[in-house]
């Protein structure tokens, strides 16, 4: 198996979405270089470059203080979301929010990983709601979702509308 990675998003991008966290936690790039053990000349050569060894990237963004994951393209039924979000639905999903339960066997059971994941994380930044103990469910449904770029276009997809749920989850909770 080949450790380059050669599909999109370019090393150069993917080295950029770190590089200002990198800049400020080593004030250079050449201190990231030596942080992460990579030659400072391989730093520069990746903006350019259509491939990187896997080790490499790794070590870069473990340095800065990111995580590589592997994440599905395809969910198990082949969407990301319920094909309809009922009202019966949607009533169940707010009394799981307000359950406080985070069994992950019993968030599997309300829909796609990406659909549930994306829910445990928007109940993470709600006011009243434990963020660490979601944000965890969060990535053990679907690792990455805590990513901004990828909990930004489950909220921009998913048929749950953040500044609805989250007052009515609040509410059912019994917080005002």
Same mark, same amino acid.
């Given at each position: 198996? &080949?450790?380059?990675? $050669? !599909?999109?998003?370019l090393p150069g991008q993917l080295i950029d979405q770190m590089k200002m ?6 004030? $250079?790039?050449?201190? %990231? ?6 030659? !400072? ?16 990237? !790794?070590? /870069?963004? !473990? ?13 198990? &039924? ?6 309809? /979000? ?6 169940? *999903?707010?009394? *799981?929010?307000?359950?406080? &339960?985070?069994?992950?066997?019993? %968030? ?13 994380? /928007? *109940? ?11 944000? &965890? /469910?969060?990535?053990?449904?679907h690792p990455g979702i805590s990513n901004h770029e990828v909990f930004a276009? %489950? ?22």
């Amino acid at each position: 198996m &080949n450790s380059s990675i $050669n !599909q999109s998003p370019l090393p150069g991008q993917l080295i950029d979405q770190m590089k200002m966290t990198a800049k400020h936690k080593f004030k $250079n790039l050449r201190g %990231w270089a030596e942080a992460s053990g990579v030659p !400072q000349e391989t730093l520069s050569r990746l903006k350019t470059k259509s491939s990187c060894d896997l080790r490499t990237l !790794q070590a /870069l963004a !473990q340095a800065a203080g990111y995580k590589i994951a592997v994440i599905p393209k395809i969910a198990e &039924n082949g969407a990301h979301f319920p094909k309809k /979000l009922s009202r019966d639905m949607e009533i169940e *999903l707010l009394a *799981l929010a307000a359950s406080g &339960n985070t069994e992950i066997d019993t %968030w599997k059971q309300h829909g796609p990983s990406f659909f549930v994941g994306g829910l445990a994380a /928007l *109940l993470a930044c709600g006011r009243g709601f434990d963020r660490e103990k979601y944000m &965890n /469910l969060a990535e053990e449904l679907h690792p990455g979702i805590s990513n901004h770029e990828v909990f930004a276009k %489950w909220l921009k997809s998913s048929p749950i509308r953040a500044a609805r749920f989250l007052p009515m989850a609040r509410k059912r909770k019994g917080i005002e």
